[in-house]
């Protein structure tokens, strides 16, 4: 029965039972007494009715519906088939979650749900044998109580979960994991942690052989010049004639030399931690120094501003800010056209200190933009090699600003201009009376 033409039952019902409660009354001569008389009935038939409902619904199981007519005939089909449709609910979404556990039950890599306070609700195996969680007695317990790292609880404290961050393993300080959140649902959060420590191996080998290269290269590379510069002396006088494929030789090996010299620099910024104890760096005086290169190698070609806020000390190592900082006023010189203006500044603010290197050079494509900090990549092939660039400028200011805590903000368009920012933090300044 439809819940319409049950109401529409059950007001009949009302109708009738009025009535004879009013026809009760005209005889006993009291209306009130009578329809009295006529709801008492019908009230205890609707408590019968609820208390049948209340046990049923006790049950706890979808057992059979109880017969019932009228309107509460219509509630029991209602709540019936409310139930059922639960149940195939409940059914689906069982399902669900074991195909989802039985999923990465069977991933290589750690995965582990948690809640809005940071709690541990599920994990799987590879949890236990990455990240050392126990069966059953660290579900409950906060995240940042188990993997006690810095650098882990600062991700997950920021909000900020984009990349994820590198820590070691809690049980193995000789696995690295890489430890990324996805957030979903009602503020839950999915937790994953992958074995990257073969990765680091081979970074590890790819830097070795190339720094070993790199010095393999430099002592061949030294005797070819040293003949080189004795053949360029025969050319001024009967050889004359070899004097051009000469230069070109001499200054391919000078190529050579510079490549060699950017690589081995590279590969001491990634290899070496930064000591505790280095000095404080005078920057304004560093860049002051580069001023006075920029206008040398310029001869007035450029338009050069350089603005310097004195008294400013940076904690780190000078030769490597010298190579992080003349990387892009260089490059700003020879990427820029004669007649084209460059803008150096170094100040600070509440948020730290920040060199920024601003030109009206040949500029770079959105495109290319992401691969810019890249080991050889160039954007125009040709340039670079008419220019003797290495590929290695930017790549050497990336891992400095790395080893200085810093970040390099890149904004460039094509064919108007580039501007260059290092970011250097609050904690790595030491403020001094110029």
């Known amino acids: 029965m439809t819940a319409e033409l049950a109401w529409q039952s059950e007001l009949r019902r009302i109708v009738l039972w009025a009535a004879l409660g009013a026809a009760v009354g005209v005889f006993l001569e009291s209306v009130a007494w009578g329809l009295v008389a006529a709801i008492a009935p019908y009230a205890f038939w609707h408590t019968v009715q609820a208390y049948r409902l209340t046990k049923w619904l006790s049950g706890g199981r979808l057992s059979e519906i109880p017969e019932a007519t009228g309107l509460w005939g219509a509630i029991f089909e209602g709540i019936y088939s409310l139930k059922r449709r639960n149940r195939k609910r409940k059914r689906r979404l069982a399902a669900i979650v074991s195909e989802f556990q ?67 393993a809690p049980n193995n300080e000789n696995v690295t994991l890489n430890v990324r959140i996805v957030p979903y649902g009602n503020q839950q959060r999915l937790l994953i942690a992958r074995d990257v420590s073969h990765l680091h191996r081979l970074e590890q080998t790819r830097r070795d052989f190339v720094a070993n290269a790199s010095h393999e290269l430099r002592t061949p590379l030294t005797v070819l010049s040293g003949y080189i510069d004795l053949m360029e002396q025969e050319t001024r006088g009967e050889l004359a004639e070899w004097r051009m494929p000469v230069t070109e030789m001499r200054n391919q090996a000078l190529r050579m030399q510079r490549i060699i010299t950017d690589l081995l620099k590279l590969a001491r910024l990634e290899t070496n931690a930064l000591d505790v104890g280095v000095e404080p760096v005078d920057v304004a005086e560093l860049v002051a120094e580069l001023e006075e290169e920029a206008k040398e190698i310029s001869q007035g070609r450029h338009t050069l501003s350089f603005e310097i806020e004195q008294g400013i000390f940076l904690t780190g190592r000078r030769s490597e800010l010298y190579s992080c900082l003349s990387n892009l006023v260089f490059n700003a010189l020879q990427y820029t056209p004669e007649g084209g203006r460059i803008d150096v500044r170094w100040w600070r603010d509440e948020h730290g200190a920040h060199f920024n290197v601003t030109d009206t050079g040949i500029g770079v494509s959105s495109r290319d933009l992401p691969r810019l900090t890249e080991r050889f990549y160039r954007v125009d092939v040709a340039r670079s090699r008419e220019t003797g660039g290495t590929g290695l400028g930017l790549a050497i200011v990336k891992h400095a600003l790395e080893r200085h805590h810093g970040e390099l903000q890149i904004e460039s368009e094509e064919g108007k201009g580039s501007s260059f920012t290092c970011h250097f933090p609050a904690e790595r300044l030491e403020e001094r009376a110029a």
Do not use: C, K, M
Request: glycine share 10%.
């Open 102 to 168: 039985a999923s990465t039950a069977a991933l290589p890599d750690a995965a582990v749900v948690i809640n809005r306070d940071d709690e541990i609700v599920w994990f799987n195996h590879a949890a236990s044998h990455l990240l050392g969680f126990g069966t059953q007695r660290d579900v409950g317990q906060r995240i940042g109580f188990l993997l006690r790292s810095p650098d882990f609880n600062r991700y997950i404290e920021s909000g900020e979960y984009e990349g994820g961050v590198e820590i070691a």
